[in-house]
């Protein structure tokens, strides 16, 4: 049944697919594997099937696309590198896990189209779950990381199974509805979760010998994180996967006609994001050693909703440049002040309304308009 | 038994509430077909006008009350003008967060004007509580209900019996054969927005009384009205009123009877559940398939 | 072409980012920077506002006598929104980038919690404005504070009880860390007391009617009832008492100790019960209290400078900043030197009460920090032993 589905939707995609598809096997299974979570992300989907195609030829998008990777990963090694102001590298570890966060919901609102107003439940579970594990059960760090990725991956996947039945609006306020409940969770379970004082004394992470409580060590760990999730998501979105993804976008009854499973894929998607944001909240847990359910309400689900739109949906890039203003605005917003929340409204409003597609598209379009001209 | 009558009068009094939000919701959907997520800082906007212009500028109630609906409106009014009808590409996506970034605006634009303390009024008329069964029931909340209940009996008027009404109607059917008619889709856009928008100053004005206002209390009671929408079922103006009702009645009992931490969630137990099972609403008809 | 575009985008806007935060400063050398930690905007700013401008105003007032030997204060501050994302990157930056030779501040405790492994390994003195108890307990080095904990305040109703005779009470806590930590104290403490709690319920900080809550309070014939939380919350259940016709007294806690809570809840306020710092009734203490002269000295000075009826909050920063300055003199700006004489502070007269910091203290409060009001005539009046 699953193979004849797949092979169905093989054909029917295939006359979209120009250069993509190929790049995504070009490593080999042990790099594409996720952080942490050994085959979780992949085996559900269809990068299986994926892997007998390895002999094809990669295009020059697969190319550009390692290019970039690779370019980050040059920029993250010269950072850690480069700068000793523990501020700094403090600042860009907060971007990386914001990135983390966005990347993922970036997946689902620009890729699935679907909306999640809820997603911060997803990073607080990801973050109470390491925190409680290791704070009163005593658990070392690294063995609460796969149990909080599986945790928030089932929970996503309960959750996703009938609310992504919902469409549009529907769909907003459905998973919001789910964020609140979790957020009440937090709040109410506080023989465990502490409540609203908090958890403290959540421990510091450590490599055998190595500490990686010190800023460099950390915005290494952080941003290797990132660089991988990049990597993931680029295949994915390149793979099969991705362009049953676009189509469910674009319209999901001509994907339905197309075969494509559309709600599976949807709930994959789901899950995926959770996942991601699962790991940005172990990442901010054991960083800042300390966790509240504030860090997690309603406000930080629109934040990341924020940081997806202002990089741009669909733009795996966007998440980095989404992550980095919302980080920076404030800092810069010092002036500011009270002003801060006006601004902050204001930016979002007027880049829905003049560059819906987001900064980074906005700005590469005006480029080559300038140009062409 | 007393504790009961009591919980009931609390539940009416905040569900009354809840169910004129939910109405501001129900308007501009069934017009426009858009969830808009500002609705909750209409509310804000209503209460702390009333504030200035009551008790601020000390103006009659009645003239106070008017001229927060009608400011209130005007800002819906330039809401849908510079922003909503602005866009390029309405995606639903981009019109939520837009709507989420309007929120966010009203509610700095509120902390420059108003500050960041809460305000209080007092009570439109000076009349004793009134005890029913050892219960008391306040005469804000008679008012309160009283208001609410013509409220929607004059929008059934309006619905039903009225041409701009009907027009109002046909947009919502479908907005291209309404323009094929004839009938100026945009200007019902705008009139959508600014019942709307009323709507919520209303919620607002009725609630100022009895509680405290202040530049962030928008967005749980604009989340709970949507909610009240939802239970009734989007898009009906009686189901928003029973919607409202519900939700306040449930909400009260659950604190009388199981615990007032688990009140909020309440709401939104209720909201998941009434997604998953019947996502029209308890007297919704339309099915649920917009985008 | 596309993709070199968006990657030099990026670097620039990391590049960016990091030019921006390395402004030279030109008075390092001559001034003592102190760095403050407060949630000026947000949800919580009624607590970082005005301990910001009382930290200014304490600087003022160091600088105006010459600074401390020789050299004059200059305070850098940051906004924590009361989120402490903001609050752990403010921290760092004041200390990483400011060289601040200590933090003041922030306003909340669970904006203070994150900075204490901070604190400790960049071995900067912070000293905390939040009320939370865990903050100094257990003792940490580098960690004081200068808001009362709740313990006191808590001990300060019960104890004013039980010479009223009140055996029940019900409670009603707001939901969040100021109510929890409440709830938390007068549960733990009650039996000491001879006090029972009969009903405990709670309110959402934005919650706009408690009557339910209190309904089923009043079901449990409670002797007194006390509502735990700040502004505008606990107006709103002084409102709903009075409306319900409630006759029990109504204790609040020292978080409404402010004249807005009189004007929100008008003349529900009326014979309210509360605990609060001596600010309030400064002009009603006898002449023998010796915190009388500095806190009209501060109110006189605040409502004149920012125009604002004072609140019991700002004192915090304002206690931590002339307990700092003292610690400050004859060090030469080395903070392990700053930190040890901070232990070291003795009989400090300031605004939240008379502070007595030592190394297994770093709060330095005694009960005697709290008095008892009750608001009548909408009027604070301070009530006798």
């Given at each position: 049944?699953?193979?004849?589905?797949?092979?169905?939707?093989?054909?029917?995609?295939?006359?979209?697919?120009?250069?993509?598809?190929?790049?995504?096997?070009?490593?080999?299974?042990?790099?594409?594997?996720?952080?942490?979570?050994?085959?979780?992300?992949?085996?559900?989907?269809?990068?299986?099937?994926?892997?007998?195609?390895?002999?094809?030829?990669?295009?020059?998008?697969?190319?550009?696309?390692?290019?970039?990777?690779?370019?980050?990963?040059?920029?993250?090694?010269?950072?850690?590198?480069?700068?000793?102001?523990?501020?700094?590298?403090?600042?860009?570890?907060?971007?990386?896990?914001?990135?983390?966060?966005?990347?993922?919901?970036?997946?689902?609102?620009?890729?699935?189209?679907?909306?999640?107003?809820?997603?911060?439940?997803?990073?607080?579970?990801?973050?109470?779950?390491?925190?409680?594990?290791?704070?009163?059960?005593?658990?070392?760090?690294?063995?609460?990381?796969?149990?909080?990725?599986?945790?928030?991956?089932?929970?996503?996947?309960?959750?996703?199974?009938?609310?992504?039945?919902?469409?549009?609006?529907?769909?907003?306020?459905?998973?919001?509805?789910?964020?609140?409940?979790?957020?009440?969770?937090?709040?109410?379970?506080?023989?465990?979760?502490?409540?609203?004082?908090?958890?403290?004394?959540?421990?510091?992470?450590?490599?055998?010998?190595?500490?990686?409580?010190?800023?460099?060590?950390?915005?290494?760990?952080?941003?290797?994180?990132?660089?991988?999730?990049?990597?993931?998501?680029?295949?994915?979105?390149?793979?099969?996967?991705?362009?049953?993804?676009?189509?469910?976008?674009?319209?999901?009854?001509?994907?339905?006609?197309?075969?494509?499973?559309?709600?599976?894929?949807?709930?994959?998607?789901?899950?995926?994001?959770?996942?991601?944001?699962?790991?940005?909240?172990?990442?901010?847990?054991?960083?800042?050693?300390?966790?509240?359910?504030?860090?997690?309400?309603?406000?930080?689900?629109?934040?990341?909703?924020?940081?997806?739109?202002?990089?741009?949906?669909?733009?795996?890039?966007?998440?980095?440049?989404?992550?980095?203003?919302?980080?920076?605005?404030?800092?810069?917003?010092?002036?500011?002040?009270?002003?801060?929340?006006?601004?902050?409204?204001?930016?979002?409003?007027?880049?829905?309304?003049?560059?819906?597609?987001?900064?980074?598209?906005?700005?590469?379009?005006?480029?080559?308009?300038?140009?062409?001209? | 038994?007393?504790?009961?009558?009591?919980?009931?009068?609390?539940?009416?009094?905040?569900?009354?509430?809840?169910?004129?939000?939910?109405?501001?919701?129900?308007?501009?959907?069934?017009?426009?077909?858009?969830?808009?997520?500002?609705?909750?800082?209409?509310?804000?906007?209503?209460?702390?006008?009333?504030?200035?212009?009551?008790?601020?500028?000390?103006?009659?109630?009645?003239?106070?009350?008017?001229?927060?609906?009608?400011?209130?409106?005007?800002?819906?009014?330039?809401?849908?003008?510079?922003?909503?009808?602005?866009?390029?590409?309405?995606?639903?996506?981009?019109?939520?967060i837009i709507t989420v970034g309007a929120s966010i605006l009203f509610r700095g634009v509120a902390m420059m004007i108003w500050g960041k303390d809460a305000h209080s009024v007092g009570t439109f008329s000076k009349h004793a509580p009134i005890?029913?069964?050892?219960?008391?029931?306040?005469?804000?909340?008679?008012?309160?209900?009283?208001?609410?209940?013509?409220?929607?009996?004059?929008?059934?008027?309006?619905?039903?019996?009225?041409?701009?009404?009907?027009?109002?109607?046909?947009?919502?059917?479908?907005?291209?054969?309404?323009?094929?008619?004839?009938?100026?889709?945009?200007?019902?856009?705008?009139?959508?927005?600014?019942?709307?928008?009323?709507?919520?100053?209303?919620?607002?004005?009725?609630?100022?009384?009895?509680?405290?206002?202040?530049?962030?209390?928008?967005?749980?009671?604009?989340?709970?009205?949507?909610?009240?929408?939802?239970?009734?079922?989007?898009?009906?103006?009686?189901?928003?009123?029973?919607?409202?009702?519900?939700?306040?009645?449930?909400?009260?009992?659950?604190?009388?009877?199981?615990?007032?931490?688990?009140?909020?969630?309440?709401?939104?137990?209720?909201?998941?559940?009434?997604?998953?099972?019947?996502?029209?609403?308890?007297?919704?008809?339309?099915?649920?398939?917009?985008? | 072409?596309?993709?070199?575009?968006?990657?030099?985008?990026?670097?620039?806007?990391?590049?960016?980012?990091v030019m921006s935060f390395s402004l030279p400063s030109c008075l390092a050398e001559e001034t003592y920077k102190i760095g403050g930690l407060f949630s000026v905007t947000g949800p919580t700013s009624f607590l970082g506002d005005p301990e910001?401008?009382?930290?200014?105003?304490?600087?003022?007032?160091?600088?105006?006598?010459?600074?401390?030997?020789?050299?004059?204060?200059?305070?850098?501050?940051?906004?924590?929104?009361?989120?402490?994302?903001?609050?752990?990157?403010?921290?760092?930056?004041?200390?990483?980038?400011?060289?601040?030779?200590?933090?003041?501040?922030?306003?909340?405790?669970?904006?203070?919690?994150?900075?204490?492994?901070?604190?400790?390994?960049?071995?900067?003195?912070?000293?905390?404005?939040?009320?939370?108890?865990?903050?100094?307990?257990?003792?940490?080095?580098?960690?004081?504070?200068?808001?009362?904990?709740?313990?006191?305040?808590?001990?300060?109703?019960?104890?004013?009880?039980?010479?009223?005779?009140?055996?029940?009470?019900?409670?009603?806590?707001?939901?969040?860390?100021?109510?929890?930590?409440?709830?938390?104290?007068?549960?733990?403490?009650?039996?000491?007391?001879?006090?029972?709690?009969?009903?405990?319920?709670?309110?959402?900080?934005?919650?706009?009617?408690?009557?339910?809550?209190?309904?089923?309070?009043?079901?449990?014939?409670?002797?007194?009832?006390?509502?735990?939380?700040?502004?505008?919350?606990?107006?709103?259940?002084?409102?709903?008492?009075?409306?319900?016709?409630?006759?029990?007294?109504?204790?609040?806690?020292?978080?409404?100790?402010?004249?807005?809570?009189?004007?929100?809840?008008?003349?529900?306020?009326?014979?309210?019960?509360?605990?609060?710092?001596?600010?309030?009734?400064?002009?009603?203490?006898?002449?023998?209290?010796?915190?009388?002269?500095?806190?009209?000295?501060?109110?006189?000075?605040?409502?004149?400078?920012?125009?604002?009826?004072?609140?019991?909050?700002?004192?915090?920063?304002?206690?931590?900043?002339?307990?700092?300055?003292?610690?400050?003199?004859?060090?030469?700006?080395?903070?392990?030197?700053?930190?040890?004489?901070?232990?070291?502070?003795?009989?400090?007269?300031?605004?939240?009460?008379?502070?007595?910091?030592?190394?297994?203290?770093?709060?330095?409060?005694?009960?005697?920090?709290?008095?008892?009001?009750?608001?009548?005539?909408?009027?604070?009046?301070?009530?006798?032993?």
């Amino acid at each position: 049944m699953r193979r004849r589905d797949r092979g169905r939707l093989a054909l029917g995609m295939d006359p979209l697919a120009s250069s993509g598809r190929k790049k995504a096997c070009l490593a080999s299974p042990e790099q594409a594997r996720p952080i942490g979570a050994p085959g979780s992300l992949c085996s559900c989907s269809c990068c299986r099937d994926q892997r007998p195609e390895t002999n094809i030829q990669p295009s020059s998008a697969g190319k550009s696309a390692d290019m970039k990777n690779l370019c980050l990963g040059a920029a993250v090694v010269a950072a850690g590198l480069l700068i000793s102001n523990p501020y700094h590298l403090q600042v860009l570890t907060f971007i990386g896990i914001y990135t983390l966060l966005t990347l993922g919901l970036n997946m689902l609102m620009g890729y699935a189209g679907q909306i999640s107003l809820g997603h911060a439940a997803f990073y607080g579970l990801g973050a109470y779950s390491t925190g409680i594990l290791t704070v009163h059960f005593g658990w070392s760090p690294w063995l609460t990381l796969p149990a909080s990725i599986l945790l928030t991956a089932a929970v996503a996947y309960l959750v996703a199974l009938p609310i992504l039945k919902l469409h549009g609006y529907y769909l907003g306020m459905g998973t919001l509805g789910f964020g609140m409940i979790v957020f009440i969770f937090f709040r109410e379970w506080s023989r465990f979760t502490g409540g609203d004082s908090g958890l403290v004394g959540i421990p510091a992470l450590a490599l055998g010998p190595v500490d990686l409580s010190s800023r460099t060590a950390y915005f290494f760990l952080v941003w290797g994180t990132v660089l991988a999730g990049f990597e993931v998501c680029g295949r994915i979105v390149n793979s099969r996967v991705g362009r049953a993804l676009r189509a469910i976008h674009d319209s999901e009854q001509a994907a339905a006609a197309m075969g494509i499973d559309t709600s599976r894929m949807k709930v994959h998607v789901f899950v995926l994001s959770a996942v991601f944001a699962a790991v940005a909240g172990f990442l901010y847990a054991h960083m800042i050693n300390f966790i509240s359910p504030n860090s997690f309400d309603f406000m930080t689900s629109v934040r990341m909703v924020t940081m997806v739109v202002i990089g741009g949906m669909a733009s795996i890039w966007g998440s980095v440049l989404g992550a980095s203003v919302i980080t920076l605005l404030p800092q810069w917003l010092h002036v500011f002040m009270d002003y801060e929340m006006l601004v902050y409204g204001l930016i979002l409003m007027l880049i829905m309304i003049f560059i819906p597609q987001g900064l980074v598209r906005g700005i590469t379009e005006l480029y080559e308009r300038s140009r062409t001209r | 038994m007393q504790e009961l009558l009591q919980y009931l009068f609390s539940g009416l009094t905040s569900g009354a509430i809840y169910a004129v939000i939910a109405l501001g919701f129900t308007m501009l959907y069934n017009a426009t077909g858009l969830i808009n997520f500002a609705q909750g800082e209409f509310v804000m906007l209503g209460a702390l006008s009333l504030v200035s212009l009551w008790k601020g500028f000390e103006l009659p109630l009645a003239v106070a009350f008017a001229g927060s609906v009608a400011g209130v409106a005007a800002v819906g009014i330039l809401m849908e003008r510079l922003a909503i009808g602005s866009v390029r590409k309405p995606h639903p996506i981009v019109l939520v967060i837009i709507t989420v970034g309007a929120s966010i605006l009203f509610r700095g634009v509120a902390m420059m004007i108003w500050g960041k303390d809460a305000h209080s009024v007092g009570t439109f008329s000076k009349h004793a509580p009134i005890e029913i069964g050892g219960a008391v029931l306040l005469p804000q909340s008679v008012w309160i209900l009283v208001i609410v209940l013509l409220v929607v009996a004059c929008l059934q008027f309006f619905y039903r019996k009225t041409l701009t009404g009907k027009a109002m109607e046909a947009c919502a059917i479908s907005k291209k054969a309404a323009a094929l008619l004839g009938i100026g889709t945009e200007r019902m856009t705008l009139l959508a927005f600014a019942v709307s928008a009323a709507m919520g100053a209303l919620g607002g004005i009725l609630i100022a009384p009895i509680t405290m206002s202040s530049y962030d209390m928008g967005t749980m009671l604009g989340l709970k009205g949507f909610c009240a929408a939802m239970l009734g079922g989007l898009g009906t103006s009686w189901g928003a009123v029973l919607g409202g009702l519900l939700l306040g009645v449930l909400e009260s009992l659950g604190v009388g009877f199981v615990s007032s931490s688990l009140k909020d969630a309440i709401a939104f137990l209720l909201l998941l559940l009434i997604l998953y099972m019947r996502p029209s609403g308890i007297l919704g008809k339309r099915a649920v398939h917009r985008f | 072409m596309k993709c070199r575009m968006k990657v030099l985008a990026l670097v620039m806007v990391q590049l960016a980012a990091v030019m921006s935060f390395s402004l030279p400063s030109c008075l390092a050398e001559e001034t003592y920077k102190i760095g403050g930690l407060f949630s000026v905007t947000g949800p919580t700013s009624f607590l970082g506002d005005p301990e910001k401008k009382s930290l200014q105003m304490a600087i003022d007032e160091i600088n105006a006598k010459g600074g401390i030997d020789g050299r004059k204060l200059e305070a850098v501050i940051r906004d924590t929104e009361g989120m402490p994302d903001k609050a752990v990157l403010g921290a760092n930056e004041l200390i990483s980038n400011e060289k601040v030779l200590a933090i003041i501040g922030p306003s909340l405790t669970q904006t203070t919690l994150p900075l204490v492994p901070l604190a400790e390994s960049n071995k900067v003195p912070l000293i905390s404005c939040a009320a939370g108890i865990e903050i100094t307990e257990p003792v940490k080095p580098y960690v004081f504070k200068t808001a009362q904990n709740d313990v006191l305040a808590v001990a300060t109703i019960y104890d004013h009880m039980k010479k009223n005779n009140i055996k029940k009470v019900g409670i009603l806590t707001v939901e969040n860390s100021f109510g929890e930590s409440g709830k938390k104290q007068l549960m733990s403490q009650a039996a000491q007391f001879g006090i029972e709690v009969v009903q405990a319920e709670s309110f959402g900080g934005k919650d706009t009617d408690m009557t339910a809550q209190l309904t089923k309070i009043r079901a449990a014939k409670p002797d007194a009832i006390i509502a735990w939380g700040t502004n505008p919350g606990p107006a709103v259940v002084a409102r709903n008492a009075q409306q319900l016709n409630i006759k029990t007294p109504l204790y609040q806690s020292h978080g409404v100790a402010s004249p807005k809570f009189i004007e929100l809840a008008q003349d529900a306020a009326e014979g309210i019960f509360l605990p609060t710092g001596k600010i309030l009734v400064a002009d009603q203490l006898p002449d023998s209290d010796p915190q009388k002269p500095v806190l009209k000295s501060y109110i006189e000075q605040f409502e004149k400078e920012f125009k604002m009826p004072v609140s019991g909050f700002g004192g915090y920063a304002y206690d931590a900043m002339h307990m700092l300055a003292k610690a400050m003199k004859g060090t030469g700006g080395d903070r392990e030197k700053i930190r040890a004489n901070l232990e070291k502070i003795a009989g400090h007269v300031g605004i939240s009460g008379t502070f007595n910091f030592s190394p297994t203290d770093h709060n330095g409060l005694s009960q005697d920090a709290f008095v008892m009001v009750q608001i009548k005539d909408g009027k604070w009046k301070l009530l006798g032993d």
